[in-house]
């Protein structure tokens, strides 16, 4: 989980420049950080503050690569499970 926070504020803390996107545009890493974030908290038995995560990770996920994408299949997936679904 300590790595997923270091990656987390790492990837936060990059200028928009650098990454080379404005805000909005399609990043291959998008829900990436998230969704690593909540599979640590879910296995820490911690669900709400993983679903928090995991559903946020499902909604940029799905916005921007769409409902069959491997990332946002598995935020749905994460959600289910933490749902009990």
Known sequence: ???VQGADELYRGL????RGLSEG???????????????????????????????AAHDACLASFGPDHQRTVE?????????GA
Not at 27 to 54: I, K, Q
Not at 75 to 83: F, G, K, N, P, Y
């Open 1 to 3: 989980m300590a790595e």
């Open 15 to 18: 200028s928009e420049l650098y």
């Open 25 to 55: 545009q399609r990043h291959p890493d998008t829900g990436a950080v998230e969704l690593a974030f909540a599979t640590a908290l879910s296995g820490l038995r911690r669900d709400p503050e993983a679903r928090v995560l995991a559903a």
């Open 75 to 83: 935020a749905q997936t994460l959600l289910d499970r933490i749902d």
